[in-house]
Nanobody
Framework: QLVESGGGLVQAGGSLRLSCVAS????????MGWFRQAPGKEREIVAT????????YATGSVKGRFTISRDNAKNMVYLQMNSLKPEDTAVYFC????????????????????WGQGTQVTVSS
């Protein structure tokens, strides 16, 4: 089970840090991802991190503003979001993908095996 936290209401230009904890399994064998879904839109990739943590990917619209990281010892994944914009408003989901390769990255929604319930992020202008 994946549980996200850290969402909320923030003004444009502000920051939030999302956290995701895995309660039923260790995340060390999984690549992890953050996705988001805005009202009326498809769920889209935000950022992903490899099983080892050595490789990361961020989608173009958040590159340079958002950073994904993980702490396997704590079973946690984080998304640091800076310089937030109103268009970042969405429900943010944490996801896990069983990965054999330590450096593999996965960007497609269908790649992922487990999902959290999501946390709402609202950015006001």
């Amino acid at each position: 089970q994946l549980v996200e936290s850290g969402g909320g209401l923030v003004q444009a230009g502000g920051s939030l840090r999302l956290s995701c904890v895995a309660s039923a399994r260790t995340i060390s064998g999984y690549a992890m991802g953050w996705f988001r879904q805005a009202p009326g839109k498809e769920r889209e990739i935000v950022a992903t991190i490899s099983r080892s943590g050595g490789s990361t990917y961020a989608t173009g619209s958040v590159k340079g503003r958002f950073t994904i990281s993980r702490d396997n010892a704590k079973n946690m994944v984080y998304l640091q979001m800076n310089s937030l914009k109103p268009e970042d408003t969405a429900v943010y989901f944490c996801a896990a993908k069983g990965a054999l390769g330590g450096s593999s990255l996965y960007t497609r929604r269908g790649d992922y095996d487990y999902w959290g319930q999501g946390t709402q992020v609202t950015v006001s202008s």
